[in-house]
């Protein structure tokens, strides 16, 4: 199970990527592997500020469909156009080429509350 040490988590299976007061977000590797195939990524939340555990968007697998949370509060500022014509990269690329959105935070103290990467692995029985 691929978890990046630089990244920190969610118990809600998302990963977030710290760049000052900007963070990218995704799902894990984890979260792919349980969804399987996945055929749709729908944000329509861009430009809208959420808060923390708000749903900014939704992703559909074969089998089901997930909501996603956003694990920091703030404003909704890219989603990752290439989803639209390419869900897979999601399953291909969870870390990279599959991010979701980034995010303008609002608070970047809420960045203590995230699991780091050996948090995440017991928390997936890794």
């Given at each position: 199970m691929n978890v990046p040490a630089e990244l920190k988590y969610t118990k809600d299976h998302e990963w977030i990527k710290i760049d000052g007061d900007t963070a990218t977000i995704g799902i894990t590797d984890f979260a792919q592997g349980e969804l399987g195939d996945i055929v749709y990524v729908e944000v329509e939340t861009v430009d809208e500020t959420l808060e923390r555990e708000e749903v900014f968007g939704t992703v559909e697998a074969?089998?089901?469909?997930?909501?996603l949370f956003l694990?920091?509060?703030?404003?909704?500022?890219?989603?990752?156009?290439d989803l639209e014509a390419e869900p897979e990269k999601v399953n291909e690329d969870p870390y990279g080429a599959g991010w979701m959105v980034r995010v303008k935070m609002s608070d970047i103290s809420e960045v203590e509350d995230l699991l780091d990467a050996e948090a995440y692995t017991e928390l997936i029985g890794g």
């Open positions: 074969v089998k089901t469909v997930s909501d694990p920091v509060s703030g404003e909704i500022l890219e989603f990752n156009e």
